[in-house]
């Protein structure tokens, strides 16, 4: 990365001088002048909107609308989980209850946001599936134009919200990498603005606001620590995301460097990433130490982390590096095993969504996170975008006749 220095107007997408992904910086000493954390967090909105100061777009108004809706995604305690694994405190964001069912919704109205700042007619994003819906849903919300390209294989239940939403929807009969280079072309050949993953340098900007949710939520519960007279852990709190272009795991980390450099945090959560074995070219890099990523030719169940060549490899390997975290892969039978734990707690997670805790039950075998760690696990996507792979991690229901006997017969 060259470190080359734009102003907004200057660039749209990628470094114009070496094509690396480019980072939004905050005027963070105007930042503090103007606020204190508690005008942050003392906001009504229940939206990740409650953090419009800290993020590079104006409002975007569409008051009364599911853009309105994006973020603010409740935390739930994985006690009973936690017991088994021989763990303490492990809570779950859960992201499916997001407007669109995934984080990507985070991304998509952040990049809304902007789109109306420079007054673009269309929005096309190349998507697995979940960025796609994100953004239909965050256009149909505003009445913006949107166009869609995914792979052919995309799950139907994504598709179906691409369709439902309004947006054009063009299936690709190639990969999710294929479609993401397709997308660049017709973007400029049509004077479309792209929301292409890592390479719109917004979409790392609305994912940091995951990582200021859990700040601020991560002060209430250790100010609850301390009414109940308990010793809030020394250790950092560490975060589970799972990984595919490496957007997600990067806007987490770029949140929590905002809040550092603003003062507003004591100390920087562990960030650990997680990745399908099948698609692990950023776990290949961090492991070998470097940040040169090599294409691979994924294969996962989990689609929406299934990646040739990550989009945002770099930055997602620095996360773990810069915070003291590290790679974990699972299987795709871990991953399934994954969505089996946490249905019983009411929680219903794709395969993606159910990786970061798949992750977390390796660490804790591996003794990657010690019993009284706090830890923060991300559940991205909800498991109605994929009922296909949900239903290939439980047991089929019992068919009987509509007989008494019958029912005595099974029970
Ligand atoms: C996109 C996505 C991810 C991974 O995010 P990246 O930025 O591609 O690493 C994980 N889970 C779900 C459900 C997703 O949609």
Redesign the pocket.
Known sequence: MCKTEYLPGQVTYTCPRDGGNLDVELDYDTIRQKFQPGDLTSRSEGSLWRYLPLLPVPDPGGEGTPLRAAGWTPVFTLKRLAEKLGLERVWLKD?SRNPTA???DRASAVVVARAREIGAEVIVTAS????GAALAGMCAAVGQKAVIFAPKSAPPAKVAQLLVFGAKVILVDGTYDEAFDLTIQAAQEFGWYCRN??YNPFTAEG?KTGALEIWEWYHQIKDGMVKNGEAPSEAPLTVF???????????IHKGFKDLMALGWMEKMPRIIGVQAEGSAAIANAFEAGTEKIIPISAQTI?D??S?DL???GVR?VRAARETGGTYIRVSDDEILQAIAALGPLGIFA?P??A?AYAGLVKAAKQGVVKAGDPILVLN??SGL?DVGAAMKAVSAALVIEPTLEAVKRIL
């Open positions: 992201e995934s984080f990507k697995t599936g979940n960025a993953t890592g994912k995301v799972s990984v595919g272009d490496g957007n997600i795991i990067a806007g989990a929406s982390i990646v990550p989009r945002d997602a794709e993606a969504g990786t991205t996507g975008k």
